[in-house]
């Protein structure tokens, strides 16, 4: 590919200077027009950790669009997360307004959320943690657990299982659920 810099070729890919520029900042560049799930997967890791899970929606989008459209589970468990981030940083404003942009069509949709309360995952309707707007101290609420930094960890291994789905088999928290339904049938 000759002598083309990080930032030129993320500006390409994702057509947008701002997203080049940072991921050049995080050394987690896709390095190639089609990049591997394993490469991407590090990409969009990093971006979720970091808080900023609406520029990995963005990236799925466009190398992945069978996996991160409007409406199915990553776009979905992103959009919330994206919005997490926002009540977590106090940003009401924003998060209300990516609420009803990103999230108010998909209200009654659910997804796997990670309660560290209980340490398993459950699931929780998108209108429920809509309800993170309504508490003057989202942190002390019901739903404080979504605040969790483990939260945005577990999103970040959701999304992954899903780029590759292979790994499934060797996630832990697909293996503890099987484990579970073994020894409830072996107590029985």
Same mark, same amino acid.
């Given at each position: 590919? %000759?002598?083309?810099?990080?930032?030129?070729?993320?500006?390409?890919?994702?057509?947008?200077?701002?997203?080049?520029?940072?991921?050049?900042?995080?050394?987690?560049?896709?390095?190639?027009?089609?990049?591997?799930?394993?490469?991407?997967?590090?990409?969009?890791?990093?971006?979720?950790?970091?808080?900023?899970?609406?520029?990995?929606?963005?990236?799925?989008?466009?190398?992945?669009?069978?996996?991160?459209?409007? %409406?199915?589970?990553?776009?979905?468990?992103?959009?919330?997360?994206?919005?997490?981030?926002?009540?977590?940083?106090?940003?009401?404003?924003?998060?209300?307004?990516?609420?009803?942009?990103?999230?108010?069509?998909?209200?009654?949709?659910?997804?796997?959320?990670?309660?560290?309360?209980?340490?398993?995952?459950?699931?929780?309707?998108?209108?429920?943690?809509?309800?993170?707007?309504?508490?003057?101290?989202?942190?002390?609420?019901?739903?404080?657990?979504?605040?969790?930094?483990?939260?945005?960890?577990?999103?970040?291994?959701?999304?992954?299982?899903?780029?590759?789905?292979?790994?499934?088999?060797?996630?832990?928290?697909?293996?503890?659920?099987?484990?579970?339904?073994?020894?409830?049938?072996?107590?029985?």
């Amino acid at each position: 590919m %000759g002598n083309i810099s990080v930032r030129t070729l993320s500006y390409s890919l994702l057509k947008t200077e701002d997203v080049a520029i940072e991921l050049e900042e995080l050394k987690v560049a896709p390095q190639h027009d089609d990049p591997s799930p394993r490469a991407l997967s590090s990409v969009i890791s990093v971006l979720i950790n970091s808080g900023d899970s609406i520029k990995a929606l963005q990236i799925l989008e466009q190398f992945t669009p069978d996996l991160a459209f409007p %409406g199915s589970e990553v776009y979905l468990i992103l959009s919330s997360q994206a919005f997490i981030d926002l009540i977590r940083e106090n940003s009401v404003i924003e998060a209300l307004e990516l609420a009803q942009k990103l999230l108010s069509q998909y209200k009654e949709s659910t997804i796997k959320v990670w309660n560290y309360i209980n340490q398993e995952f459950c699931e929780i309707k998108i209108n429920e943690i809509m309800g993170l707007l309504c508490y003057v101290s989202p942190i002390e609420s019901v739903l404080g657990y979504l605040l969790n930094e483990k939260q945005r960890e577990k999103v970040a291994e959701i999304v992954n299982l899903r780029l590759n789905p292979e790994d499934e088999k060797k996630s832990y928290f697909c293996n503890a659920g099987k484990i579970w339904k073994c020894l409830k049938k072996k107590s029985k």
